[in-house]
């Protein structure tokens, strides 16, 4: 493997249950021991994805998705309709804290013996900018669930520091920029969109504008993410001088939404992701031309 010079970031995105993709590609990266990365930054699903993976634990993101994620114990159209979350992040958080609790001393460990740094994204409800969360072994739990917590489709607000915050991908869906911020000048990108997918304008502005009409800066944030998702994608396809960035991306629409519970549907992008993490780990040891598309 080409010795490494320089500092080296791998960044996770989010999206539901299209991070399954993730879950895939980080899958083959444990199995096959490859971790050559400074720093961590996770957003949404994304992060609990990292989580599972800095902590060992393997097969923890598949089977949460399988066994937890996909039953409608957690994705319920009828109980939104009646009041609840669509997405209930309160009963996924307790039972797989109490049943298949990420490694956390294990995990934390792996970052202070390997000076490791690992952010997980969230929003702030109050400004619309994006938190970039630092997490120890008390917090981490929270600060995924925050990290994770869809507005309206997840109808509490939590709160970090005092601070009411969001879903990480209103403000920051891809944090390549913040990863080059933080000095990393080779960044590898996990995508969970196709490499060339472009958002569009949301259609659910006016609601979320009525919902969080208190908190004008959310709403705005939340209209910008199109236009700040197609800057981080820019920055990946066209990286400042002196950067590379290596993504890796389901190759088309998977048939995946943020909320499929389709285990086979799943489990077919799961495995592509698995097939791309192995096949992006042999090209990695080998590449040195500008940024390449797994």
Request: aromatic share 10%.
């Amino acid at each position: 493997m080409k010795k490494k010079i320089n500092k080296s970031a791998l960044v996770v995105e989010g999206g539901g249950m299209r991070s399954v993709f993730s879950a895939g590609v980080l899958h083959a990266f444990g199995e096959q021991g490859f971790d050559p990365f400074d720093l961590y930054i996770g957003v949404s699903a994304g992060a609990c994805n990292l989580a599972s993976h800095l902590a060992g634990q393997n097969d923890r993101n598949y089977d949460i998705i399988a066994s937890y994620s996909s039953t409608p114990n957690f994705i319920n159209l009828k109980k939104f309709l009646l009041g609840g979350h669509y997405m209930d992040l309160d009963w996924l958080w307790d039972v797989t804290i109490r049943e298949y609790r990420l490694e956390l001393k294990k995990l934390f460990k792996k970052l202070r013996t390997e000076k490791k740094e690992y952010i997980v994204v969230a929003t702030s409800v109050e400004t619309g900018r994006a938190l970039y969360l630092k997490p120890d072994e008390h917090t981490l739990e929270h600060f995924l669930k925050v990290s994770s917590s869809l507005p309206i489709l997840y109808r509490n607000i939590l709160k970090v520091n005092s601070e009411e915050a969001t879903d990480g991908g209103i403000a920051d869906s891809i944090p390549v920029i913040e990863a080059y911020r933080r000095g990393a000048t080779d960044i590898t990108v996990i995508r969970s969109r196709p490499p060339h997918y472009v958002k569009k304008k949301t259609r659910i502005a006016p609601v979320f504008s009525l919902f969080f009409k208190e908190h004008p800066l959310l709403v705005e944030a939340f209209k910008r993410r199109s236009d700040a998702y197609g800057e981080s994608v820019a920055f990946i396809q066209n990286p400042p001088a002196g950067v590379r960035v290596f993504e890796i991306a389901p190759p088309g629409d998977t048939g995946v939404s943020r909320a499929t519970r389709d285990i086979h549907l799943l489990n077919a992008v799961y495995q592509l992701g698995i097939d791309h993490g192995k096949n992006f780990i042999a090209r990695y040891q080998i590449e040195t031309s500008p940024p390449f598309v797994s």
